[in-house]
């Protein structure tokens, strides 16, 4: 399993990028570090939250991979989204990722610049 990202060909391309950028942080970040994914919650909770941790962490380089700050910056700064009830969608169908995941990812974005 070491190294190899199984990805189910039937999946939507949507998802396929999603699971591969996903596989990929995971691979970059994490490969030095042991994580059991065949443990039970309660059988070992370090490794439970070190696991959801890296579930997340993977989560948002994918986001930040997938659509990247200057890419979605432009598309922000479009007439038709400011004008949009819910522009959502159709950026997700022009970035080719999911309704969801641009979600995330506008949240994500919001997070960061509370924070700025
Ligand atoms: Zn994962």
Known sequence: MKGVIVIDPNLHPYK?????AH??????????????????????????W?????????????????????????KLKEEWVKESPDPVPELAEEIQVSENFMRKRLKLKESSNNKG
């Open 16 to 20: 396929k990028r999603h699971l591969i």
């Open 23 to 48: 596989g990929l942080a995971h691979h970059l970040f994490h490969r030095n570090t042991r994580v059991n994914y065949f443990l039970d919650e309660g059988d070992d909770r370090f490794n439970y």
């Open 50 to 74: 070190r696991q959801r941790r890296q579930e997340k962490e993977a989560e948002v380089s994918a986001a930040y991979l997938l659509i990247p700050e200057d890419k979605l910056n432009e």
